[in-house]
Structures are given as structure tokens and as C-alpha cells.
């Protein structure tokens, strides 16, 4: 692995930290989906204008083409400086957009990327199912092909944004006779169609950015396929190879942040008994030190992955590996974060010098050992796909 750092990608550093420092909006507004997608786009279309959009994506689509270090180092800066990580831009940026990069035609392409990178648009995930969660061949939502279209029939669940996207990355089964894996096509879903209904579920976060979609005789032109028709499945191990590593990356470098902003916190707060500074506690001094090391140790994990992919196409298998210790990390940081500001303190601290609310992020903490396959899926793809046990 080459750790060295180019003059380039040192240059590289400082603008984006200059330009970053410079107009950097902070978080956005994250209870409301329409007013969230409004806030990223704009922030997106910033990005785009000032030559910041799409570090690793091709020039020819709006992108900067250059290379996964100089993304990580983008990455780096983003967090550093408190920049909104995306959430109604999430899919289209980091899921959809890579997976078009890899697999899509250059219609799709041209017709797609650029949009994304300019934020005119949003995107959502249509894959999980109330049936077919982390078990994602078992989908049942179904197409079948009239003329040039596919009639897509179903529903879908813990759709993020679905209610404000435009696009849908789709899995539907589209041969029923095929074993689970097979008979399954990925396919570009315009969420404006006539047939979908959306229902907004309101989570204990107190936020309804997730959505169900019924799907009631839509159709999808034949066109919007991705890769070929029945080969969805190597299509979406493609879009999860890139959700399970490289679309993660910035929430990797922001949990060091995060650390960073707790040990001050915990300086700040009356820890346990109530007579001296939390971070004076021997248990808290302990967590917050063994959390400081495994960002790091997350840290290096992340550097030898972008060493690796620099020659693949896509993140491999061992991106499960960053993605379990990721989401075991960060649930483990916040419950670290809520035990030293307690109950009460959680507002104070929202409302002071370090703005955040730590009991909501708490609470969406729950979501990482599920998000992207869960921990369970994940180690499963570990041991039989990186270690070659048996199934």
C-alpha cells in the first residue's frame, strides 16, 4: 500500500479545505424531507458550480476524474469542516451514480450523471420489501414485459426520500421460474409514473424521511434496464459493493470528528456522582480512549481499501468488513455520547458552542447495523466470500 502523498494531492487538500472553509453551509434541516432534498440540492448545485462535484467520477459526466485518494481526501476535509453529509442526495450520489458509472449504457449515462452531479434531481432505493429485508432474493415485487415496457407490480419499504425523489434505483423479479438469485433485473424507476402510491412512515426519531411504495401496473420502458434483463442480481451486488464501502467512506472520517467533538463535550459536562468533569471519570476516560483508537484502526482499514480498489472497478467483498465495524462503531460511540451527556443534558448540549443533539443521533445510531445488509449479512459475506469458509 502507498502512503505517500503526491504535491498534487497536497494541493489538492488545500483547496478543498480553503474552499470548504469558505462556504460550507453546516447541517441542513433533517426532520423534513422536502425542506432536507431543498437545503442538498442547492449545496449540491454550490459544489457543482465551483468545480467541487463528482472527485472520482468521469469528467465527461461532470465529474473531476480523479482518483479514489483524492476522493478519501475530499472526504477527509468534507468532515473536518462540518459539511451536511447527504441524505435525500444519498442514493443518487453514492448508490445509483457509481452503479450507472459501472453498468449502465451511455445513454443512461449521459442522461443521468450529470443531473445528479448538478443536483437537479433526487434519487431512492427501491430494493428492501416487508418479506425481503437483508434477504434481498426473496424480493416478490414482479415485471413482466408487455411491448417495449415492463408492468411492475408490488411494493417496496424503507424507501428513504421516496416521497421527494424523482428517480428509483429498482429490483423487481422478472422470471419467477428462476432460482432466487436469478430472474431479478435492476431497472431505472421514474417515480412520477402513474401507479405509485407513497406513504411516508414517521420513525421514533420523530422524522418520516422512510416511505413504503406500491407499485400498482407500472410501466417502465424496456430501456431503463440496467445491464441485461434477468441480471439484476449482479447489478445490485455492484450498487451494494459501493453502499458496503465507498459510499460509507465520509461517514468513516466523520466518526473521528465525532470522537473529537465527545472528548470536548465530556471536558464540559459533570460526568457520574457529580462532583468533576466526566471526562475526569476512569470508565469514560477508558470508552473515550478505546473509541479514539478504533476510529483509527477504521481509519487504516479505510486507507488499505482505497489501496485495493484502485486497480478494481468496484469495492470487493472485504468492503463488508468496513461496513460491520463501521455500524458497530458508531452505535457504540453513541451510546458512549448519551451515558456522559444523560438525559437532561442532551438539549444544553444541542443548543451550545458544539451544536448537535446527541440523543437523536443516538437514536439513528439503531439503523447502522442494518443499513447496507445487516451485521449478520455482512458477516456471512465475510466468512464465505473473503475467508472461503463454507456456506
Known sequence: ??????????????????????????????????????????????????????????????????????????????????????????????????????????????????????????????????????????????????????????????????????????????????????????????MRSAGIEVRPI??????????????????????????????????AMSTLSFERGTAFMAEQVGLERTVSELIAVAGDVVGPGGRRPAIEDDEIARRLGRALAEVSALRAMTLAAVSRSAGQPQPGPEASMMRVMYGELEQRIMKLAVDIVGADGAGAIASGPRRRNWTADYLWSFQATIAAGSKDIQRNIIGERVLGLPR
Not at 479514489?68 to 443518487?92: K, M, N
Request: negative net charge; contains cysteine; proline residues 6%.
Open 1 to 190: 500500500m502507498n502512503l505517500d502523498v503526491s504535491p498534487a494531492e497536497r494541493d489538492f487538500r488545500d483547496r478543498a479545505r480553503t474552499w470548504l472553509a469558505e462556504n460550507s453551509p453546516g447541517e441542513g434541516p433533517t426532520n423534513d424531507p422536502r425542506r432536507a432534498q431543498e437545503f442538498e440540492l442547492a449545496w449540491q448545485a454550490l459544489q457543482f458550480d465551483a468545480g467541487w462535484s463528482g472527485v472520482s467520477w468521469p469528467v465527461e459526466y461532470g465529474g473531476l476524474g480523479l482518483s479514489l485518494a483524492e476522493q478519501l481526501i475530499w472526504y477527509e476535509e468534507y468532515a473536518l469542516a462540518g459539511a451536511p453529509q447527504p441524505r435525500a442526495c444519498f442514493v443518487g450520489l453514492r448508490h445509483a451514480g457509481p452503479t450507472l458509472i459501472l453498468r449502465g449504457s451511455a445513454e443512461q449515462k449521459a442522461e443521468h450523471l450529470p443531473r445528479i452531479l448538478k443536483g437537479e434531481l433526487t434519487w431512492c432505493q427501491g430494493f428492501s420489501e416487508p418479506g425481503a429485508g437483508s434477504d434481498l432474493a426473496g424480493l416478490r415485487t414482479r415485471a413482466v414485459v408487455d411491448g417495449d415496457d415492463l408492468v411492475v407490480s408490488g411494493q417496496k419499504i424503507w424507501t428513504s426520500y421516496a416521497d421527494v425523489a424523482t428517480y428509483q434505483e429498482l429490483l423487481v423479479r422478472t422470471d419467477p421460474e428462476a432460482p432466487r438469485h436469478r430472474g431479478i433485473t435492476w431497472v431505472i424507476c421514474d
Open 202 to 235: 414517521r420513525t421514533l426519531a420523530g422524522v418520516s424521511e422512510f416511505c413504503e411504495v406500491f407499485y400498482d401496473e407500472v410501466r417502465v420502458p424496456l430501456s431503463n434496464v440496467v445491464g441485461e434483463l434477468n441480471d439484476g442480481w449482479s447489478v
